[in-house]
């Protein structure tokens, strides 16, 4: 009577290898659209210091499709980097990036705050990627040194030689790197001390576990140790409690970023929650 029922039921929600195919095909298509039709946006999360102030913010890429509303990266990323589309896309996310941070050089209460952009792996690897990215800052006048490109850990699997002198060429101009993601990939303790990275980011796998106190937090206290022996600054990510944020704080971690400060919002909602913030502070003096 079971197998009947299931042999009965109609196939249309399995999804089989020829839809899976067609629905690439329509993402790909409709995101080649999205890229030159302004369906694309970067959503801003703000990234704290112990006391609480946003030193920055990273961009997170953000796909207001017209008939399927937001769609995430986790969604459409991959597919553009099967696709070659991702080297539109990332060009798209620097200039984005470099106009954003053009803005905030005009505004008292945003000029001093950094921007982290995603870049990702095939995007790094265009051999004349320094080159693109120290045109888009010049082509929108953007402060070279408040801008962080995060990368991650496969870049060097390839061609670490390669990786280091475009780290170098940008590096000289003032653009700092973040190495995202930080004990999920291929880690080469070697490489690590010879990147000119400025920050580790820990992932969120690490953060998520603290606050039951199992086996991550020696991965946490050990990825915070290795950066400061480094010489590296610590980014916290997916901190959403305030026990994870504690425990970090006391494992020496100074730079939060998670639900707990903020989700990711539109570049308008976070400069005017930092204009209130501003405002809240100067109120508060007063007093
Ligand atoms: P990521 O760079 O590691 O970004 C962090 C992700 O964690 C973001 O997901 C963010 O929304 C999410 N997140 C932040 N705080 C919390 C938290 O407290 N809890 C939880 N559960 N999640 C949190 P999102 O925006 O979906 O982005 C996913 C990934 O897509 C990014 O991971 C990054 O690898 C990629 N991505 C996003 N924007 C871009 C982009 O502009 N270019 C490229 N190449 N990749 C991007
Ligand atoms: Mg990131
Ligand atoms: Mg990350
Ligand atoms: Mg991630």
């Known amino acids: 009577e079971a197998k009947r029922q299931r042999d009965d039921k109609p196939r249309l929600f399995d999804p089989t290898q ?16 999205a890229i030159d039709h302004d369906e694309l946006c970067l959503y801003l999360q703000t990234q ?8 920055g913010a990273e961009a997170l890429i953000r796909w207001q499709h017209p008939e399927r509303g937001m769609i995430s990266p986790g969604h459409f990323i991959p597919v553009a980097e099967e696709t070659g589309l991702i080297l539109p896309l990332g060009h798209w996310v620097l200039q984005e990036g470099c106009r954003l941070l053009s803005e905030w050089r005009h505004a008292p209460e945003l000029k001093g705050l950094r921007l982290s952009l995603n870049v990702s792996v095939r995007q790094f690897q265009q051999p004349d990627f320094a080159d693109q ?27 670490p030689e390669g990786t280091i002198k475009k780290m170098q060429q940008l590096q000289r101009e003032g653009v700092s790197f973040a190495l995202d993601d930080f004990g999920t990939g291929y880690s080469s303790l070697a490489y690590l001390k010879v990147l000119p990275l400025d920050t580790i980011k820990i992932d969120i796998a690490f953060v998520r576990d ?4 199992m086996q991550a937090t020696p991965i946490a206290a050990t990825i915070i140790a290795l950066a400061e022996s480094l010489g590296l600054q610590v980014v916290a990510e997916g901190v959403e409690t305030d026990d994870q944020r504690l425990m970090l704080a006391q494992l020496g971690c100074h730079i939060y970023q998670g639900f707990l400060f903020g989700r990711p919002g539109t570049a308008a909602a976070f400069s005017s929650t930092i204009v209130k913030n501003n405002a809240t502070d100067q109120a508060n003096l007063l007093q």
Request: proline share 4%; net charge negative; glycine share 4%.
């Open 18 to 33: 020829e839809d899976e195919l067609e629905e690439r095909l329509t993402l790909e298509r409709e995101l080649r659209h």
């Open 48 to 55: 704290v210091d112990e006391a609480g102030k946003t030193i």
């Open 133 to 159: 990215v120290l045109s888009v800052i010049q082509q929108y006048d953007a402060p070279p040194e408040r801008l962080t490109l995060e990368l991650t850990e496969s870049l060097l699997l390839s061609d």
């Open 210 to 213: 603290l606050a039951l106190g």
